[in-house]
């Protein structure tokens, strides 16, 4: 592994540890909001948005770790759990798509 | 900007799967004609960058909440499509594994933050560089007006999907069946955003990551044609 490969990683990691703050933003996005948001804003919920919303239930919803808790100390621990499940799973992906993409020209 | 399941009527979501299989077979296709192995590490961690900086939420005056991409910078260090390859990898993980951005709107991020940020990011950055040496300053204005640009257009592309939705399936019985604000609110609401407050903070990262590469690793930035051609002479 080259030098600018390893400061990649270290830096990569200080993100990581960092991603908490991440969570300080308590605000609701334009286009991400929950059904109630809806029902409050219009009165009703669009019907084929409420069937759609619930086709896929994923297993770390908002990069929490179901059972961590809702506090601030398990959110914090979720979301950089979830920080670190998501590069690892990012990097063995793109490293299998490499495998069969890339030729090996390396040398 | 992570379009969730339901705000996008089939129409659109299935346009934007149809639009986007070419390019991901096109990207592929560049990436093992581009690509040496000895890339991959630098392209699997670009796929980690950016799933790490989206999720640095960032609250802005009145209520809202957005994130950078980091599309740009990595359309700038690895070229249009590898970054394309890294960018969708990293979505379609947060959608899958998160519930980050819809499993029907995979096409439409994957197009919005994966295709438009850096292709708009590389493209205006090979503009205003020109032929100016590698460690120039002007390559440094280049890369941050590349950053800026290519999140306030992926938004507006964001900001038109959401909105063409009343045109498309208009009310029946006074509801709309998705998203239902139009083009005259969703791209005033997207752009606006975009334009004063995380273009700005896309600009920064990909101004902050094009520094360290030209000071550090240069030969990273050349032109992808010299370096082949230079690698192709070394003897195997």
Redesign the interface.
């Known amino acids: ?1 080259d030098n ?2 390893k ?3 270290a830096a ?1 990691i200080v ?2 540890i ?2 908490p ?12 909001w929950g059904l109630e948001y ?1 029902e409050e804003k ?1 009165g ?1 919920v ?18 929490g770790i179901p059972g961590l808790g809702d506090t601030t100390v398990g959110a914090a621990a979720g ?1 950089i759990a ?2 670190i ?7 063995g ?3 299998g ?2 495998k069969i ?7 | 900007m992570h379009i969730p399941d339901g705000y996008l009527g089939p129409i659109t979501y299935i346009a934007l799967f149809i639009i986007m299989v070419p390019i991901w077979l096109y990207a592929g296709y560049r990436v093992r004609k581009d690509l040496r192995s000895k890339q991959v590490p630098l392209l699997a961690l670009s796929a980690a960058f950016t799933f790490v900086i989206m999720m640095f939420n960032v609250p802005i005056p009145g209520g809202s909440t957005g994130h950078a991409v980091g599309g740009a910078i990595i359309g700038i260090i690895l070229g249009p499509w590898a970054a394309i390859v890294s960018i969708s990898v990293a979505l379609i993980i947060q959608a899958f594994v998160f519930g980050d951005g819809g499993i029907t709107a995979i096409g439409a991020n994957c197009f919005n933050m994966g295709v438009v940020m850096p292709i708009v990011g590389y493209y205006t950055y090979k503009l205003i560089s020109g032929n100016s040496d590698i460690k120039s300053v002007r390559r440094i204005a280049a890369a941050v007006i590349a950053g800026y640009l290519s999140l306030v257009i992926a938004s507006g592309f964001a900001g038109f999907e959401f909105g063409i939705q009343p045109y498309l399936y208009p009310a029946v019985n006074g509801q709309f069946p998705y998203m239902p604000y139009d083009l005259s609110v969703t791209l005033p609401a997207m752009l606006g955003e975009h334009i004063l407050f995380f273009g700005v903070l896309e600009a920064l990262i990909t101004g902050l990551v094009f520094v360290y590469f030209q000071r550090n690793t240069p030969e990273l930035l050349e032109n992808k044609k010299s370096k082949k051609a230079m690698l192709d002479k070394v003897p195997v």
């Open positions: 592994m600018s490969t400061i990649i990683i990569l993100l990581v960092f991603t703050l991440g969570l300080l933003a308590v605000g609701e996005t334009f286009g991400e809806f219009l009703y669009p019907p084929g948005l409420e069937s759609l919303s619930s086709i896929w239930g994923a297993p770390l919803p908002d990069y979301y979830s920080a499940i998501g590069s690892v799973v990012s990097v992906l793109i490293y798509l490499g993409l890339v030729k090996d020209n390396s040398s």
